[in-house]
């Protein structure tokens, strides 16, 4: 079974400051995680990926993330925010072996207030 | 190279029909899955086809059904619409194989659909 919990729906961040979205994982079996991000009426683009490499994994548009497993945590940040990251971002997780169902998160929308 | 393609982008349906959405997946890809999304919420997983099998299933009703063709295309189907039926369906395509592919998926832009 797993599952990942995404903690706050809503992110409002000023422009140029961090953005940290917080996800977190369970597991019965070593996971693989993502981040996904979601612009209105678009599908899903593939942010970063941990698939049991490094833990800090960098991902597209300045966005990394930390695989730590003792926390269960994968959260997602962002040094500078930007008008451009305001969209919904999504957390998911698979199991490393098998089939590849993918569990998502519900979600959390991140504002770039200017 | 194209990514994930579905058809149609829109959909209005009525309760009680059925209805055929369509996926092609990215080139090289042999791994179709499913999602529904409704509105606010995160995807949901439906079922998986690889080799023209469905591998995995989520927790939805036998309405939904699906096929995957011998070009790695596939299809969803659902009958006897319900008005909860209405969301955004998402296709993603992924390989079976390969440490660093293996499970990433990639999604099309979706069909939404709309019951009345």
């Known amino acids: 079974a797993q599952s990942v919990t995404q903690l706050g729906s809503h992110v409002s961040v000023s422009e140029g400051a961090l953005v940290l979205l917080r996800c977190n994982y369970s597991?019965?079996?070593?996971?693989?995680l993502f981040w996904y991000v979601q612009y209105p009426n678009q599908g899903l683009q593939l942010l970063l990926k941990?698939?049991?490499?490094?833990?800090l994994v960098k991902g597209i548009n300045g966005f990394e993330a930390e695989f730590k497993k003792s926390e269960t945590s994968f959260h997602l940040t962002k040094p500078s925010a930007h008008m451009s990251d305001a969209a919904e971002y999504f957390c998911?997780?698979?199991?490393?072996?098998?089939?590849?169902?993918?569990?998502f998160g519900t979600g959390t929308k991140l504002q770039v207030i200017p | 190279d194209a990514g994930v393609t579905q058809s149609p982008t829109h959909l209005i349906k009525t309760r009680g029909q059925q209805v055929t959405l369509r996926c092609s997946p990215k080139?090289?890809?042999?791994?179709v899955s499913w999602y529904q999304q409704a509105l606010g919420q995160g995807p949901q997983f439906i079922f998986q086809?690889?080799?023209?099998?469905?591998?995995q299933r989520g927790n939805f009703p036998d309405r939904f059904s699906g096929h995957q063709f011998p070009n790695y295309s596939s299809e969803l189907n659902v009958n006897a619409l319900l008005l909860g039926d209405s969301a955004l369906y998402l296709c993603?395509?992924?390989?079976?194989?390969?440490?660093?592919?293996?499970?990433?998926?990639?999604f099309g832009a979706g069909t939404r659909l709309s019951v009345l």
């Open positions: 993603a395509s992924s390989v079976i194989t390969g440490r660093d592919t293996k499970n990433i998926q990639y």
């Open positions: 597991s019965s079996v070593p996971p693989y």
């Open positions: 941990y698939t049991s490499a490094a833990t």
């Open positions: 998911a997780v698979s199991p490393s072996g098998g089939y590849q169902k993918v569990t």
């Open positions: 080139s090289g890809h042999d791994t």
């Open positions: 086809y690889y080799e023209e099998e469905e591998r």
